[in-house]
């Protein structure tokens, strides 16, 4: 496995993430940056950032929230409430010069870990991009179609435990 750091998002390194947004989202909207630093403040150990010898490699960005509740790409007015009853996972990517080396697992193991430690059994996300195949690699299960970001996406929900 490679060497690796996982650092929370911040102003520092907010242009990294932009950067791999880019690159691993170029066919949607890329999520602002407002939302993103807003993430970060409300759940900061679900808004990380992998790097692989200093270059931005991967990130991840999750938070508790209602197991069939989608969340708005752009939301910036959002609060943890107390009702929260899984974890989110709403951005994963992995910088294309990076895949294939195992850092998918590096991310989603984490995802776990903190999944876990704060006590959700069941995990969910919208899969985009037919997205779909590679989700359900990682146990995850197709609930439901939505329309997602101005395209047709699955909802899908797997159990931690």
């Excluded at 807003?38 to 938070?63: M, N, Q, R, T």
């Excluded at 037919?130 to 329309?147: A, D, K, L, T």
């Amino acid at each position: 496995m490679l060497e690796h750091t996982i650092k929370q998002l911040d102003n520092n390194n907010i242009e990294d993430l932009m950067l791999l947004e880019k690159v691993c989202f170029s066919e949607s909207p890329e999520e602002d940056r407002k939302s993103f630093l807003h993430a970060a403040d409300i759940y900061p150990k679900g808004s990380v950032l992998l790097y692989i010898k200093g270059k931005i490699a991967g990130s991840l960005f999750f938070h508790p929230y209602m197991e069939g509740v989608i969340k708005d790409i752009n939301s910036n007015n959002f609060v943890l409430s107390g009702k929260e009853n899984c974890m989110y996972l709403y951005s994963f990517s992995i910088h294309s010069d990076f895949k294939g080396k195992g850092l998918t697992h590096i991310l989603f193991d984490y995802f776990n870990k903190v999944s876990l430690e704060e006590g959700y059994n069941v995990q969910a996300l919208i899969a985009i991009q037919n997205s779909e195949r590679f989700w359900m690699r990682y146990g995850f299960n197709p609930v439901r179609q939505v329309f997602y970001d101005n395209s047709l996406s699955t909802y899908m929900t797997r159990e931690t435990n």
